[in-house]
């Protein structure tokens, strides 16, 4: 595990950070409510993208995979909600 924080440290950093819940509202909320359903899918995967490729980079590779999991599975959702199919289509 990197430095002394557990797999549970970890997650809760990825799935809840304090510092995106200052004002009461989810950053990933604001970011959402700013754009399009089709500009925040694209927000998702260029931050998906993002953590990936750079995840053996910056000293804490397990976190950074935690966190395109997690952009990973907001996309999922996004898609299964608006009912976008397997072909990208309606």
């Known amino acids: 595990m990197e430095d002394t924080q557990t797999a549970t440290d970890l997650v809760d950093q990825v799935n809840n950070p304090d510092h995106y819940n ?5 950053t990933i909320d604001l970011i959402k409510n700013s754009m399009s359903e089709v500009e925040f ?4 995967k260029g931050n998906i993208i993002k953590y990936v490729s750079r995840h053996m980079h910056k000293g ?3 976190k950074d995979v935690l966190k395109a999991q997690w952009y990973i ?5 996004q898609m299964e909600y608006h009912g976008v199919e397997e072909n990208g289509t309606k």
Do not use: C, F, N
């Not at 200052?22 to 989810?26: A, R």
């Not at 899918?41 to 998702?44: D, I, N, P, Q, V």
């Open 22 to 26: 200052k004002t009461g509202i989810e």
């Open 41 to 44: 899918r694209g927000y998702l």
């Open 60 to 62: 804490m590779p397990l």
């Open 73 to 77: 599975d907001r996309l999922a959702d």
